[in-house]
């Protein structure tokens, strides 16, 4: 059975457009629980452009199921993670100018950057997930700087405009979670998926958990964040 991980990112970003308090990624956050979700996800980017500082020690404290703390693997938010003690950090990528995060981690153009800051982490009893495309070089070289678990980039899968395209996609995102799985890794997926599109992952056992943030956000402004969990999770749970 296959976990569902909430990133209430987005709902910060909803906060942050008017500058104010509401909504809150944390109140989000323990509705998502409420509706089954086995794990939540926030993203403290160095420009704190949604997630802020506060919005992460009160998850912390507040969190009953797992937290997940992506942040690039920087000396900053290293200190954090080793202060507030998520459960688990995913290290991501991250560029002031872009969106959202626009693909993997090069783990194979900086190992030993990437081993010390997982070791550092891991150290503290933190466990480390590396965000990587489905790319053979990149699965290895997270398994070889300490990775955990490979949260396998779903991004390029999800932006396909043919069929063709999101089958081939389909393809390179099997092969990685098989390879990952061999490895001894956890897989997990993400980035761009949808109550649509995720519906294909039902043929891969290897993958684990599923973190979500977007498409649940955008329904959940029409049918409510419970419901909108909910509903995700009704696709997921049997994969």
Do not use: W
Not at 20 to 34: K, M, N, Q, R
Not at 139 to 160: M, P, Q
Not at 168 to 189: H, N, P, T, Y
């Amino acid at each position: 059975m296959a976990r569902l991980a909430v990133n209430v990112d987005h709902v910060a970003t909803v906060r942050q457009a008017r500058g104010i308090d509401e909504p809150d990624p944390v109140l989000a956050a323990g509705l998502a629980e409420l509706a089954g979700a086995e794990g939540i996800i926030c993203h403290l980017r160095e420009d704190r452009r949604h997630i802020n500082d506060r919005d992460l020690r009160l998850l912390r404290q507040t969190v009953k199921t797992r937290l997940n703390m992506e942040m690039a693997a920087v000396e900053e938010m290293i200190g954090i993670a080793l202060d507030i003690r998520p459960d688990m950090v995913t290290l991501v990528p991250e560029k002031r100018e872009e969106l959202t995060t626009e693909g993997g981690l090069d783990v194979a153009a900086r190992p030993d950057h990437y081993r010390e800051a997982a070791s550092r982490l891991r150290e503290a009893g933190i466990e480390v997930s590396f965000f990587v495309d489905p790319d053979a070089a990149q699965i290895a070289a997270s398994r070889d700087c300490g990775a955990d678990i490979v949260e396998i980039h779903t991004g390029h899968y999800a932006e396909a405009r043919t069929r063709d395209e999101a089958a081939a996609q389909f393809d390179r995102i099997a092969a990685a979670a098989a390879q990952a799985a061999e490895a001894g890794l956890g897989v997990s997926a993400g980035h761009g998926l949808n109550y649509v599109n995720v519906l294909r992952f039902g043929a891969l056992a290897q993958i684990r958990e599923y973190s979500i943030g977007h498409s649940i956000v955008a329904r959940a402004v029409l049918v409510g964040f419970e419901r909108a969990v909910r509903e995700m999770l009704e696709r997921v749970k049997d994969f």
